[in-house]
């Protein structure tokens, strides 16, 4: 019987998500369909018991309901716990384990992409919030040496930072203060909106002061090459943008659905075509 799989969230009538699930299913021959499901805040809990009534394999959890989904499932993966986000739900006979690829698909997507070891690495990220967060857990799992913050607000990186039980060095910095110290990382990641569509001429934070041989990465893929992050370039860095990102939390969340991890290249092609941007 064909399984259905699928993603809540709201909005969600731009997801890319049921194109590139779609395709890998497809490709591999699984009898197996993915959909984008429009889900209020209020229909969250009734949304849920419709996963286990219908016998729906797995979704995704996307904006708003990553951290509210949580009290509804029956188990919560480690990571997803630490992080207080889901993104990622497997009906397993009936029990709905969530897990969070979201952090974990950003470093699988960074270390494969720029070939970057990430152990004793020194990293700023840009951003605290929920983004942020699980990039956070993921980066100081994968054994980075100092995992920064900066923010417009400071104070929310510093909560961050507190809220967090991992074990890596870490400060707070406004974006100034980060400015002013910049050539100090390796790795800089912006995790805020700050560039997307349509303020396509804003930059989260100035580069000047930023090493030639710096790994630059934006989680935006829309632009996919945001103003910011071709400025990196242009200063010698090494870039990234956010499609890698996108596909590998996807990925992640199809392996653990399926049990087989798909074809992550031939997933970008798929995105980066219906994003309008080049195939090669
Ligand atoms: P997400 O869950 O997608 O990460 P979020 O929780 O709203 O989204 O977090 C957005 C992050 O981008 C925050 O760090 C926010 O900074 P504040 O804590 O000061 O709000 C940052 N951000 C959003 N818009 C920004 C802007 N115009 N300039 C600088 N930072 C911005």
């Given at each position: 019987?064909?399984?259905?799989?699928?993603?809540?969230?709201?909005?969600?009538?731009?997801?890319?998500?049921?194109?590139?699930?779609?395709?890998?299913?497809?490709?591999?021959?699984?009898?197996?369909?993915?959909?984008?499901?429009?889900?209020?805040?209020?229909?969250?809990?009734?949304?849920?018991?419709?996963?286990?009534?219908?016998?729906?394999?797995?979704?995704?959890?996307?904006?708003?309901?990553?951290?509210?989904?949580?009290?509804?499932?029956?188990?919560?993966?480690?990571?997803?716990?630490?992080?207080?986000?889901?993104?990622?739900?497997?009906?397993?006979?009936?029990?709905?384990?969530?897990?969070?690829?979201d952090g974990?698909?950003f470093?699988?997507?960074?270390?494969?992409?720029?070939?970057?070891?990430?152990?004793?690495?020194?990293?700023?990220?840009?951003g605290?919030g929920g983004a942020a967060r699980g990039i956070?857990?993921?980066?100081?799992?994968?054994?980075?040496?100092?995992?920064?913050?900066?923010?417009?607000?400071?104070?929310?990186?510093?909560?961050?930072?507190?809220?967090?039980?991992?074990?890596?060095?870490?400060?707070?910095?406004?974006?100034?203060?980060?400015?002013?110290?910049?050539?100090?990382?390796?790795?800089?990641?912006?995790t805020t909106s700050?560039?997307?569509?349509?303020?396509?001429?804003?930059?989260?934070?100035?580069?000047?002061?930023?090493?030639?041989?710096?790994?630059?990465?934006?989680i935006?893929?829309?632009?996919?090459?945001?103003?910011?992050?071709?400025?990196?370039?242009?200063?010698?860095?090494?870039?990234?943008?956010?499609?890698?990102?996108?596909?590998?939390?996807?990925?992640?969340?199809?392996?653990?659905?399926?049990?087989?991890?798909?074809?992550?290249?031939?997933?970008?092609?798929?995105?980066?075509?219906?994003?309008?941007?080049?195939?090669?």
């Open positions: 019987m064909k399984q259905l799989y699928g993603v809540i969230g709201c909005p969600i009538h731009h997801s890319l998500s049921p194109l590139m699930h779609n395709d890998a299913f497809q490709q591999l021959g699984i009898d197996a369909h993915y959909h984008a499901f429009h889900v209020e805040k209020e229909k969250l809990p009734a949304a849920i018991q419709g996963i286990k009534a219908l016998g729906i394999a797995g979704v995704n959890v996307t904006i708003p309901h990553k951290t509210a989904v949580i009290p509804f499932l029956d188990e919560i993966d480690e990571m997803a716990r630490r992080i207080g986000a889901v993104n990622t739900i497997v009906n397993e006979n009936g029990r709905l384990i969530g897990y969070n690829t974990p698909g470093v699988r997507a960074l270390v494969e992409e720029t070939k970057t070891d990430i152990q004793g690495k020194r990293i700023l990220l840009i605290a956070y857990f993921a980066l100081a799992n994968a054994e980075a040496e100092q995992i920064d913050i900066c923010n417009r607000t400071k104070s929310n990186a510093e909560q961050l930072i507190e809220a967090s039980d991992v074990s890596v060095a870490s400060h707070a910095y406004s974006l100034e203060e980060a400015e002013a110290r910049l050539s100090q990382y390796e790795i800089i990641i912006n700050v560039g997307l569509y349509p303020d396509v001429e804003a930059m989260p934070l100035s580069l000047m002061n930023m090493n030639e041989n710096t790994v630059v990465s934006d935006i893929y829309n632009p996919l090459e945001t103003k910011w992050l071709k400025e990196a370039r242009q200063k010698g860095a090494m870039v990234q943008n956010g499609v890698g990102m996108f596909v590998y939390q996807g990925a992640l969340a199809f392996e653990k659905w399926t049990g087989i991890f798909p074809d992550v290249e031939r997933m970008k092609q798929v995105v980066i075509q219906q994003l309008g941007g080049a195939t090669c």
